[in-house]
């Protein structure tokens, strides 16, 4: 097995795949990895794409994941590497992003580092230092009452110093602007004043390609999903259908969904409206003690050869409210969770082979039900969200997964024509 030129570390599971589909976009073979693997890889690719959960665990506890992460990373022969965090900095008073960096720059010696969560494609732009989500700052664009991570400051400069020992400098619009020489000199500026981690601007994917080729090299690079749309051009890749080639879908073909975002409720709703089969979940029949999955399963064992079938726990705002009233908010979303991972598993046992996931949490529980350890990354169906395949137990298999607010309103059908 030849080895790989990329190797990323991601601080969450969709926020990898989000990544991952950019690297593929841009010409590279990639693999997603649940957790740092055991051994190497089972096929070739040109990129790893670690998934860790690190976002809001303890600093400690991040550092050391992602530090094993690096390791196994560097002994696939990784040249570079990339640590992907979210397009909303998201972050603690505490980190991660700015320890995991440092440790990272550590461990493999370099002296410097950049930073930028710009993602134009998402309206995730930063300029002269502030980062910005669609027209707004990010401290006015609901961030700031984040429960986990609030971002109460759209200054990254700042926000990177409160984190980091190191010093925090900016490579500024004007430096981006003016393309790879001007941003080389710029570093080579911000390094002679002892600035170890760079907040970069960038407002368009022409900022993020030109910003790219200046990266070459540079033994860490840390970023939302955008940084990756200029990397691969460094390693001679260029954008063609062989980054995204999968094998041939078979099998039936199936939707879980535990999502209750917005975007979810309108995928469900459109794919009831066009006549096909779905199956509500209820959670508090799963409370009550049913066997709701193996119920579940019996419905759809003679529905499955017409066509897709849907499970949905997917519910209104309202409706969950009344659920975790009387569940509690983990409780229930353990439970669903749960159920929906051996709906998953069951399903792969009944012969599908194409499985449509939704929800950050619910295909992180579906997965694991799944026992998957890692994914090859395939086409897109919309933007942050390719098929991927991988091997189970029961045989192999075509995935996606679908965090909350991705998809058009018609995803649950249109992700099955992609794959034909
Ligand atoms: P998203 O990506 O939209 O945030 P997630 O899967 O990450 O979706 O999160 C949804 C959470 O809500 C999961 O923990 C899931 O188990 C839980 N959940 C799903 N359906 C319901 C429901 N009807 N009532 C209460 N909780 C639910």
């Not at 990177?160 to 020992?165: L, N, S």
């Not at 954008?239 to 969904?257: C, E, F, H, K």
């Not at 950050?360 to 890692?374: F, N, W």
Request: charged share 15%.
């Amino acid at each position: 097995m030849k080895p790989i030129l990329l190797g990323c570390i991601a601080d969450d599971f969709t926020g990898a795949t989000d990544l991952a589909n950019n690297l593929v976009r841009a010409g590279m073979r990639v693999a997603q990895t649940i957790g740092v693997p055991a051994g190497p890889l089972d096929t070739e690719v040109d990129a790893v794409v670690v998934a860790l959960k690190s976002r809001t665990i303890a600093p400690a506890e991040a550092i050391a994941q992602s530090l094993a992460a690096l390791a196994w990373l560097q002994a696939q022969g990784a040249r570079q590497i990339y640590f992907k965090y979210c397009s909303t900095f998201d972050s603690t008073a505490q980190g991660n992003i700015g320890p995991v960096t440092e440790a990272l720059m550590d461990a493999l010696k370099t002296d410097f580092s950049i930073a930028t969560p710009a993602f134009p494609d998402n309206g995730r732009t930063v300029f002269k230092g502030h980062l910005f989500v669609g027209e707004i700052l990010l401290n006015e664009s609901g961030m700031q009452n984040h429960p986990l991570t609030p971002m109460t400051d759209a200054n990254l400069v700042r926000v990177m110093r409160a984190q980091t020992r190191r010093k925090v400098g900016l490579i500024d619009h004007k430096a981006v602007a003016r393309g790879e020489a001007a941003i080389r000199a710029r570093i080579d500026e911000l390094r002679a004043q002892g600035v170890g981690v760079a907040i970069v601007d960038a407002v368009s994917n022409d900022d993020l390609l030109r910003l790219g080729s200046a990266l070459k090299g540079m033994a860490l690079v840390t970023g939302g999903s955008g940084v990756a749309i200029g990397l691969p051009a460094n390693f001679g890749l260029s954008p063609s259908l062989q980054a995204s080639q999968l094998p041939s879908a078979t099998g039936l073909q199936a939707v879980v969904s535990g999502s209750c975002s917005l975007a979810t409720n309108r995928q469900v709703k459109h794919f009831i409206d066009s006549g096909r089969p779905a199956l509500a979940i209820d959670p508090l029949r799963i409370a009550s003690g049913a066997d709701v999955a193996a119920e579940a399963l019996a419905w759809a064992a003679p529905r499955l050869a017409a066509g897709p079938v849907l499970f949905y726990s997917t519910a209104d705002p309202a409706a969950v409210k009344t659920v975790q009233g009387q569940l509690g908010v983990e409780d229930a979303g353990a439970m669903v969770e749960r159920t929906l991972g051996e709906i998953s598993r069951g399903l792969v046992g009944l012969g599908v082979r194409q499985l449509v996931l939704a929800g950050g949490e619910t295909s992180g529980a579906c997965v694991q039900a799944l026992g998957i350890t890692q994914m090859k990354i395939g086409p897109q169906i919309d933007p942050g969200v390719p098929w991927c395949h991988a091997h189970t137990a029961s045989g192999d298999l075509h995935l996606t997964l679908k965090s909350g607010n991705f998809g058009t309103d018609d995803f649950f059908t249109k992700a099955f024509t992609v794959l034909t």
